[in-house]
């Protein structure tokens, strides 16, 4: 009977000792630093430079020139929207509800 509660005892341990491993592990869930935030107020070139890094980081090189080619606008003129705050429309022109 000694043994059986002893068992117990260790596996009760052992499952505290694993929580406490994986909760930092969970709750650090993103690395992304200020640095990766949108340029809110940022120049032509600044939101050129966000947006051309931001595609290649998540969706790999090439990105970039496919999108242009796909959506029939470069990054350089949605920079100047971004730029110039007239990014409020939405996608193709449709405002938010």
């Not at 935030?37 to 496919?66: L, N, R």
């Not at 990054?75 to 193709?92: F, S």
Request: net charge negative; proline share 3%.
């Amino acid at each position: 009977m000694t043994t059986f509660k002893l068992g117990r005892w260790l596996l009760v341990a052992l499952a505290i000792v694993g929580l406490a491993f994986a909760a930092p592990v969970v709750s650090a869930h993103s690395n992304d630093t200020a640095a990766d935030d949108p340029p809110y107020d940022g120049t032509v070139a600044d939101w050129t430079a966000w947006m051309e890094a931001h595609m290649t980081q998540h969706m790999g090189s090439g990105s970039v020139e496919w999108m242009e080619s796909h959506m029939g606008v470069t990054v350089d003129e949605m920079a100047r929207d971004m730029a110039d705050d007239r990014h409020n429309g939405g996608m193709y022109g449709r405002g938010h509800c």
